[in-house]
């Protein structure tokens, strides 16, 4: 009795498998976003270059090529490395699910990175601005709050997500603790002040639920927690009204990265606070480094 063909992977059905799981991994929809558009011109090149092949069928010397062809087009260094990270992440997830033979992604080469300055804001008047922000529903405080604790840790909107109340601990003195969980555990300080934002809404909250930053529609409160979109929904609307109309949830974390460095913090003290396992890319802020006006 013949064995049956093993059927080839079809390449739709691969990046739909593929952005599913990385929404899984709690990715913010713009990136999902830009993983797709990665993915799909990957697929463009290799129809556009007369190939048949399926994703099985794809060697060294397809991967090769599309690396000059990007080149071809004068994409910027980290524009052509985004979009071969994306590849290289994509293959290695259909190697680990057996979709394909070989782990072509593993060695996959990438140009290096090119450090720009990531855009930021003052952190100060950006606190300011949002210690200004209404308190009178538990919608207000739960906005308020969520984005002064972006701000505060330069924690990512993933994380900030997905805090419970029971991860806040009062400490003696004018800091307070907050524990991070899953990926990226740790413990960092906090002010007393945002403590006690935290601690206003709790009894301002209906229900039991162990989250903070519940899910709201027109209806109210959805008893579950925020979602990444939801936060870069959020950001987006409050733009104009904390002054800074074109922030995104990264400029919270990369504006108090650079307020922590103007103040002295270690590198290694601000990566034990993001919770990253390799240094950050503390040299992109370098030449904006100058001590803060007291």
């Given at each position: ?271 034990q606070r993001l919770g990253l396992k390799s240094a950050y890319a503390f040299r ?11």
């Amino acid at each position: 009795m013949k064995k049956a063909k093993k059927k080839s992977v079809d390449f739709p059905y691969a990046i739909k498998s593929f952005l599913g799981y990385l929404e899984g991994t709690q990715k913010a929809l713009h990136t999902i976003k830009n993983y797709r558009l990665d993915l799909l011109a990957f697929q463009s090149f290799l129809s556009e270059a007369g190939s048949k092949k399926s994703l099985e069928e794809i060697d060294a010397s397809d991967l090769e090529s599309y690396q000059n062809h990007l080149r071809s087009l004068g994409l910027k260094t980290n524009t052509r490395r985004r979009k071969l990270m994306t590849l290289r992440k994509f293959l290695s997830y259909l190697a680990g699910r057996k979709k394909i033979p070989v782990d072509l992604g593993r060695k996959l080469p990438t140009p290096h990175k090119m450090e720009r300055i990531p855009v930021t804001v003052s952190a100060k008047v950006l606190l300011l601005a949002i210690e200004k922000l209404p308190q009178e529903t538990e919608l207000d405080m739960r906005n308020r709050a969520l984005l002064w604790t972006l701000l505060e840790t330069g924690c990512l909107i993933s994380e900030v997500a997905k805090i419970r109340f029971e991860d806040w601990h009062s400490l003696k003195g004018e800091t307070a603790m907050l524990e991070f969980h899953g990926k990226n555990t740790r413990s960092i300080g906090v002010s007393a002040d945002l403590y006690q934002t935290i601690q206003a809404l709790k009894q301002k909250r209906k229900g039991e639920s162990p989250w903070i930053f519940l899910g709201f529609n027109k209806f109210g409160s959805l008893g579950a927690a925020i979602s990444p979109r939801g936060i870069e929904m959020l950001v987006k609307a409050y733009g104009s009204q904390l002054g800074f109309p074109e922030i995104v949830p990264r400029t919270f974390r990369h504006s108090i990265v650079l307020s922590w460095l103007q103040n002295g913090f270690t590198e290694a003290a601000i990566q034990q606070r993001l919770g990253l396992k390799s240094a950050y890319a503390f040299r992109a802020f370098a030449s904006s480094v100058k001590p803060e006006a007291q």
